[in-house]
Every structure is written in C-alpha cells, then in structure tokens.
C-alpha cells in the first residue's frame, strides 16, 4: 500500500473554473506546433508578409508567395495540378485564383486537429474520429474559423458516441464487433455532421458574433487594458487557462487571420509583468524572495514559465496589484500603437514573443518591446514601492513565508513543476533545510515505509502525470529518466502524460501531491508516488534504488 501526504478534497468555484481550462487547454496545447506552422506561413507568405507582393522589406518572393499565400492568378502563374477557387478581384471581377494554404489551415486543419483532440479527451481515438466528422459540418456550415465549434461540438460528439456505445454493451453477437462498431460511428458521425451543419453552426457563429461584438466594444472605448483587473490575478491563481486558451486564443486567431496579428494574443502572454515584479524583489526583497529572484527572471523571461513568479505574489499579495498595473500598460501600449502577435506565443518567452511579432514588420516588433518594457518598468515601480513600504516588517517576519507561497503556488495550479521546484531548491540554500524538508516531509512514508509492497510490483513503466502532460511531468520525467541511466538500469521506459490520459498500463506513476488522488482515480491498479518538487525530489533517487534492487533480483 503507497501513501501520500494528505491533500484536500477538490472543491470549490476555482477548482471547477481551473479544470474546466485545464480542459480546454488540453485541446489547444498538444495542437500548438499547428498554430505556429500556420503562423509561419502567414508571416512568410500572405501579400503583406515577408515574402509576399505588399513585403515591408522589398523581398517579394513570385509567384511562390501568391501560391502557398492564395489569391495568385492560374492563367497567369500556370503552375499545374493546385487547388483552385473563384477569386474576386479588385475591379468587381472574378478569376481562378491559387487556395493556398492559409486559408484553408485555418479554416480546416486547425479547427478539426482541435476536434479531434477534444474527442480523444473524451473519448479516445473513437471518439476523436466521430468529433472530427462532426466538426466538419460545423466548419461548412458556417463562413469564419470555428475554433469555438470545434471545442464545444468535439467533445460533445465524443460523448454522445460514449453514451451510444453503452446502448449495446455486451449485446453485440461475436463476429459482428467490427460491423456494429464502424457503421454506428460512422452514421452518428453523418447525423452529427447534418445537425452541426443546420442547427449547431448558426449558433455558433451567433456566439462568435456576440464574442467578437464584447472585444469590439472593449477596443472601440479604449477598455481592453480594464481585462488586465481579471487575467492578472487569474494567472496568480492558475485560472487562466480557461480565459486564455477558452476566449483569447480562438478570438485572436480570427483577427489575426484579417488583419495579419492580435492584440488578444498578448493580453496574458506578456512577460513584462512576471520581469517587472522579480526586479522588484531582486531589489527591495528580503531573505529567500530576493535570493532566489534574479535565477527566476530568467526561467520566467527566456524560458517562458510565468508560473516562476507566481509564489513572490503570493508572499506579499499587495504586489498583484502591481501585475494588473503592469499589465494594463502593456496592453495599453499596444492598443495605443496598434501592436500584436501573428500567432500564439506560447510559452510566453520573449523569444517566442519576438518571433510572432516580426511578422507583422519591424514596426510592430518595436510596439510589442516597448509593451514589454512598459509593463515591466510600470510593475517594477509599483512593486518597488510596495515592498520598500513594508520592508522592516518583511524582514523582521522572514522564515517560512516564501516557502509557504510556494507550497500555496503549488496547491493553486493543482501540481508541482520544475519551475518551482527550482525555486524551492534555492530558497532552501537561503533559509536552511526546512523547504527541503518540508517538500520531501512525506519521502519515509511514501517509499520507505511501503518498500515491501512496492518491490512486489515489477516496474518496467514509470508515468509522470500532470494536468497538460507536456510541461513540468516532461521535465520531471526527463530528470528521473537521466538518473535511471546513469545507474545503468535497462529496460525501463520514463514518460509523461496528462492524469486524464493515464490508461492503467503504467507501473508506478508519479505526481504532485495535490493531484495524486486524481490520478489514482483513473489508474488505480498503479503504484503511485506523490512529491512536492518535480524537479529534484529525494524520491527519485530511493525510486531508481527500488528498480536497480529489483533487476539485481532477476
């Protein structure tokens, strides 16, 4: 029998809003390579890109850019065998004209790799099959990207093919499985596809009409940087996903898709605020917060998890109000000089910041640094004054309260990264061993005190589990998969998954402690192991000692 720390029931508005994003980011995140390739090939190609006719530095790439950008003339390019389409002209006329492939990536590929993603979620790769039919009644019954179709009809087709399948359960003559299973998805995708077609595609495009009116209005009264009041706490509190990726991400693709960027791409992924407030403690900071601040700003500004700052906020919540500051001028500043991005920067690095800003020229480039550099000096000032006002009390209660923000960090998000573990690590070189202690306060219990049930259990495949399954399991998986090899252990496969992926096949699966009891719901035949830090738990180190004691035992 495994133990783990003890961790507190689900509950509440803020864990239902966190996991409904985290959902929704669960379609958006794995699909994200999409969105940049399509970026990309905006950038590059559409008339006003790099390479098109309108170039803003003169490298007018013909005909490549009005084939692969659309709109370019066939008679006149004659390049055999391309898809074409009627084109209008710009005298009222109309010409067979080259599709491309921005038009059509973003009005077909990405809105069903979305559907297809949300119906795996739910449904496996069945499930996936029947959402992405679905969709594409949606997308044809409409006249703009359904992003917004593809998340809602995806997983709602998986799940009614979910519900069918248990009609017949067990009823199904042998012989027959194949039959009953290809044809009844098969014609539930037809009718999903006819309903999504006539009834859920206005809906939608209703939806995305009155959406596009809300940021319309916010632009039009100059109001947008006022959405900086919600994402910046939001971001504090792990909600933001369900803003971002629910919202954001679909409604700055369609202005992207018009007019060449979006401003809405920049409203959360901004790094200027999370740069800002770590200067500020850099400075003004006291004991662990200070130590520990100049190492995050580069994880947060260069690598892109904002996540690093989180706990510095949490230690001295007065400094929220410094991000909302900080981030309304950023967006402010790009409102003012008409910056945005062309695609999704994600994860919000500057790096990834630059390279979807220069798309849109050189000019737009400048607007989005400035935005950063605004935001970042507006939040530093603030936060500065903020902790030079409280400085003398700050370093008179100084102990745990930094680790204990982290610790709350870490409840807040739902798992530990390592991102954070990093940060726990050089807090403790600060403080003493009590973060140390306090992260691995559960290790005896966990491993050692178990160690007879555990060696029983032969373990050939090890899961690190978290919400996305891309970010801090991958990179917990890669530590404990480097000092598997180091040991010379064979034969033992380290990955990562998102808990909701997590099929039953994996030996031992490791996970945050506030996530354990999810993840033991959905693969309980496991062995499970909770850790507080991802990054460099002592854990590990008795977990590669269990398997090379268990291979010597062969």
């Excluded at 950008?69 to 004209?97: S, V």
């Excluded at 809602?152 to 359960?169: E, R, S």
């Excluded at 920067?345 to 849109?360: M, Y």
């Amino acid at each position: 029998m495994t133990t783990t720390s003890p961790t507190k029931k689900p509950g509440g508005a803020r864990i239902a809003v966190q996991r409904f994003g985290t959902f929704l980011s669960g379609m958006i995140m794995p699909n994200i390579a999409a969105f940049i390739a399509w970026g990309f090939i905006t950038m590059l190609f559409i008339p006003a890109g790099f390479f098109g006719a309108n170039s803003p530095f003169g490298w007018h790439w013909a005909p490549v850019a009005e084939i692969l950008g659309g709109g370019g003339d066939a008679a006149t390019i004659n390049w055999p065998g391309a898809m074409t389409a009627l084109t209008a002209n710009a005298d009222g006329g109309t010409y067979q004209g080259y599709v491309g492939l921005v038009s059509v990536m973003i009005t077909y590929l990405l809105p069903l790799l979305i559907a297809n993603t949300g119906g795996r979620i739910v449904y496996g790769a069945r499930g996936g099959v029947v959402a992405t039919i679905a969709v594409m009644g949606v997308i044809v019954g409409t006249n703009i990207p359904m992003f917004l179709g593809a998340m809602i009809m995806g997983p709602l087709a998986a799940w009614v093919t979910k519900q069918m399948d248990k009609l017949w359960d067990g009823k199904i003559r042998p012989g027959f499985e194949m039959l009953v299973n290809n044809f009844s998805a098969g014609i539930l995708g037809m009718i999903l596809a006819i309903v999504g077609f006539f009834a859920f595609g206005p809906v939608f495009l209703g939806i995305s009409a009155v959406l596009g009116s809300i940021v319309a209005f916010l632009v039009q009264f100059n109001l947008l940087p006022v959405l900086s009041i919600i994402v910046e706490p939001a971001k504090v509190l792990f909600l933001n996903n369900a803003i971002n990726h629910g919202v954001f991400t679909p409604l700055g693709i369609e202005q992207a898709a018009e007019s060449g960027k979006s401003i809405l791409f920049l409203i959360e992924a901004n790094p200027g605020p999370g740069l800002g407030l770590l200067l500020a403690f850099t400075f003004f900071g006291v004991g662990a917060a200070k130590a520990s601040a100049p190492g995050a700003i580069i994880i947060q500004f260069l690598g892109g998890i904002h996540e690093i700052y989180f706990p510095y906020a949490l230690a001295k919540p007065m400094t929220i109000l410094a991000l909302i500051a900080g981030g309304a001028s950023g967006v402010a500043t790009n409102m003012i000089f008409q910056g945005g991005l062309a695609f999704p920067a994600a994860p919000g690095s500057i790096i990834a910041v630059t390279v979807a800003a220069i798309g849109a020229g050189p000019a737009n480039l400048l607007v989005v640094y400035l935005s950063v550099v605004v935001a970042a000096a507006v939040t530093f000032l603030v936060a500065g004054v903020i902790l030079r006002a409280s400085r003398k009390r700050d370093q008179e209660a100084e102990g745990d309260s930094f680790a204990a923000a982290i610790d709350q960090t870490a409840a807040n998000k739902g798992k530990e990264s390592s991102a954070l573990g990093a940060l726990r690590t050089r807090a403790a070189g600060t403080t003493g061993s009590g973060t140390t202690e306090a992260a691995d306060r559960d290790v005896d219990a966990v491993l050692g005190g178990a160690a007879g049930t555990v060696a029983t259990k032969q373990l050939n495949n090890i899961v690190f589990a978290c919400d996305a399954g891309m970010g801090s399991s991958a990179m917990g998986a890669s530590v404990l998969r480097n000092k598997i090899k180091k040991a010379g252990i064979d034969g033992v496969t380290v990955t990562n998954q998102a808990i909701a992926n997590l099929d039953g096949s994996a030996d031992l699966v490791i996970t945050q402690n506030q996530l354990t009891d999810r993840a033991k719901a959905q693969s309980p035949d496991s062995l499970h192991v909770s850790v507080d830090n991802f990054m460099n738990s002592p854990k590990y180190d008795e977990v590669v000692e269990m398997v090379r004691a268990q291979h010597e035992a062969k």
